[in-house]
């Protein structure tokens, strides 16, 4: 058996180890708004439910091993002492994963992973429509675990208000487990959906991903693509070129021939492409018709 002495290895490993053990953790997906009113939205896997009279949940923004930093949510957090903690489904966890991207100071990060601001009823921070649960929160305490990269700070919050989507109720009015569809995180880049088991989701990019935002209307409407899907396509650096992919349709005549068809067709190809984790391919197949 190995052991492990956490003081004679680095924090980043020591991170893995614990995270590749520990799980799966559920996600608190956190809204604040910081001073000056700017919305805010990052995912936490350090989270939990800790008493239910009064009903408490803490999650932790962790400082980063790398650089010593926080997170905005832990700052906003400190200067507001609100938070909106919404719970992640399988239908929106690639749009989470994108917000998780490190955006600068500012960036609403509701619209970059294209989720929708509903305001709250007893706090200042938005809620996600998308959530199916959404937890209105006054923040009791703030416990710093150190002052190191790695070390935690204890965000412990009260629940306010919560909010139930009628869809994930059985017929006695209590959530159903298979219809409310939980993710949680494991170690890497692994998840685990309640009701089916573990699948991967590739780490948002060190680069900052275009964002939902950046997507055209006429592809955020599509009848055939997800949240999912388009939290994928949000997630690239850079559109491919009109020369990238007038060369990409030359070669491959099937791609020429799909573009003939109708926009449901074309979607579903791309789709397909998001699906085998080729988001670029995806991107020059919608783009297509256009050039």
Request: negative net charge.
């Amino acid at each position: 058996m190995l052991s492990i002495d956490p003081k004679e290895i680095p924090t980043a490993k020591m991170h893995q180890y614990l995270l590749g053990a520990v799980g799966p953790r559920p996600i608190a997906f956190a809204s604040t708004i910081d001073a000056q009113g700017r919305p805010n939205l990052s995912p936490f896997s350090f989270f939990n439910v800790f008493s239910a009279n009064p009903p408490v949940l803490i999650f932790s923004p962790a400082r980063r091993g790398r650089d010593n930093t926080v997170k905005h949510t832990f700052n906003n957090a400190k200067a507001t002492m609100e938070v909106v903690i919404n719970v992640v489904n399988y239908e929106m966890v690639h749009q989470v994963s994108l917000s998780s991207t490190e955006y600068e100071e500012g960036v609403n990060e509701f619209e970059k992973a294209g989720f929708s601001m509903l305001p709250s009823e007893v706090v200042k921070p938005f809620r996600v429509a998308e959530s199916p649960v959404q937890f209105e929160c006054r923040i009791n305490e703030i416990v710093e675990l150190g002052d190191q990269g790695g070390a935690g700070n204890l965000v412990i919050c009260e629940v306010l208000k919560m909010h139930v989507s009628k869809d994930i109720l059985d017929e006695k009015g209590y959530i159903d487990q298979h219809k409310i569809d939980l993710v949680a995180r494991m170690g890497g880049n692994w998840y685990t959906r309640a009701i089916s088991g573990m699948f991967e989701v590739p780490k948002p990019l060190q680069t900052l991903g275009i964002g939902v935002d950046a997507i055209s209307e006429e592809i955020r409407n599509s009848k055939v693509l997800t949240g999912n899907d388009l939290g994928k396509l949000g997630n690239v650096e850079q559109l491919p070129s009109a020369q990238d992919i007038i060369s990409f349709v030359k070669e491959n005549p099937e791609v020429k021939a799909l573009l003939e068809k109708d926009e449901e067709t074309v979607h579903r190809k791309a789709k397909e492409c998001l699906e085998n984790n080729e988001p670029a391919v995806a991107w020059k197949i919608l783009l297509a018709k256009k050039i």
